[in-house]
């Protein structure tokens, strides 16, 4: 094709694509079914994770949950079992004899369960000899929520080699370890879902959580980089979703304060709320989402200004330090637990 053609036809399909986007403002998509199809959440033991289960449960899907507390993923697994059987109730006092509105009557609510598996995804041989245990016990993945994440919580100079190391593997190295072990069938069925939970700070950055922001950087970049290859693959039954909120209040980064007067208008974001606004573009296959949507300018500001406008804007908003608290407290709990144990 001529090149001049192709680029008319490329800007079309550019504009095209913004009004697509438009559109999707106005008349909100129809969101999928997940009923019956296995779907896999790592950190599922405790904040965002086990929301996500438990959102994921209410629409019937089968669940895997890993985590590396056994306690509280177990606890997690409790929380689903009860909503299976809430729904099981629920069609149980349904009359007798009525057909379902379809959905139901593709999977039985009795054949709803929940898997539980302590794994540590920062620990490559441990996912994959996981992952196979997945396969055997429950079958192949087609929802794969990658949510388990760490901070150490130490500026640079201060943070041992070793927790830098596990911010890396758990963060960021896991994604590549269990979407290689997951990804195969997927795209021989051309068909599955791929989330990445990374972080508002893997967009942009701030001071004293170096780790953190690189291991969020480059999970974005690896979502980013698989997404290009599916599309370059065609596989276009296998749909990605980069979710990037912004601070969420599970207690991960407590003492995270930005400007006193700026914080009630950008308040720590209710875990609920991050979770829903998630599972929204989730099920209707919405490549990206930030919460709030400001994080969408902060991004797009952040691209265009010069790096000293940047610094201007951040020590507007106070969020140049903004960490430091969260950090001191860190420090402060490390001190008293040493001295409590004679260290």
Not at 141 to 157: E, K, P, T
Not at 189 to 202: D, E, K, R, W, Y
């Amino acid at each position: 094709m001529n090149i001049l053609l192709e680029f008319f036809v490329v800007t079309f399909r550019v504009l095209w694509a913004f009004v697509l986007a438009a559109a999707k403002w106005l008349v909100r998509p129809k969101e999928k079914s997940v009923a019956g199809q296995v779907c896999l959440i790592t950190g599922a033991g405790s904040g965002l994770g086990r929301l996500f289960a438990l959102e994921f449960a209410r629409r019937r899907a089968l669940l895997v949950l890993w985590d590396i507390n056994t306690q509280s993923n177990e606890e997690t697994a409790g929380m689903v079992r009860h909503i299976y059987r809430e729904m099981a109730e629920e069609a149980a006092a349904a009359a007798p004899g009525v057909a379902g509105d379809g959905e139901k009557d593709v999977l039985p609510h009795c054949n709803l369960q929940v898997y539980t598996y302590t794994c540590d995804v920062g620990k490559r041989e441990n996912v994959y000899l996981t992952a196979e245990r997945v396969r055997k016990e429950v079958g192949e993945v087609s929802l794969l929520v990658n949510n388990a994440g760490v901070v150490s919580g130490h500026h640079l100079l201060e943070c041992p080699d070793e927790l830098i190391e596990r911010t890396m593997m758990v963060n960021c190295h896991a994604h590549f370890w269990t979407t290689k072990a997951f990804l195969p069938k997927m795209l021989e069925m051309n068909h599955g879902h791929i989330v990445t939970v990374a972080s508002s700070l893997g967009l942009f950055s701030t001071a004293g959580v170096e780790d953190y922001c690189a291991s969020k950087f480059g999970a974005v970049g690896f979502h980013e980089s698989l997404s290009h290859e599916l599309k370059a693959a065609e596989k276009d039954g296998i749909k990605t979703t980069l979710v990037c909120p912004y601070l969420v209040d599970t207690g991960m980064f407590r003492g995270c304060r930005i400007r006193k007067e700026i914080e009630p208008f950008l308040p720590p974001l209710k875990p609920e709320y991050c979770v829903k606004q998630a599972m929204r573009a989730i099920l209707t296959d919405q490549p990206m989402i930030c919460t709030p949507r400001l994080m969408y300018m902060v991004t797009f500001m952040k691209s265009i200004l010069p790096f000293e406008a940047v610094v201007c804007m951040y020590r507007f908003l106070g969020a140049d330090k903004c960490m430091y608290p969260f950090i001191a407290q860190r420090k402060q709990a490390t001190n008293n637990n040493e001295a409590k144990n004679g260290i």
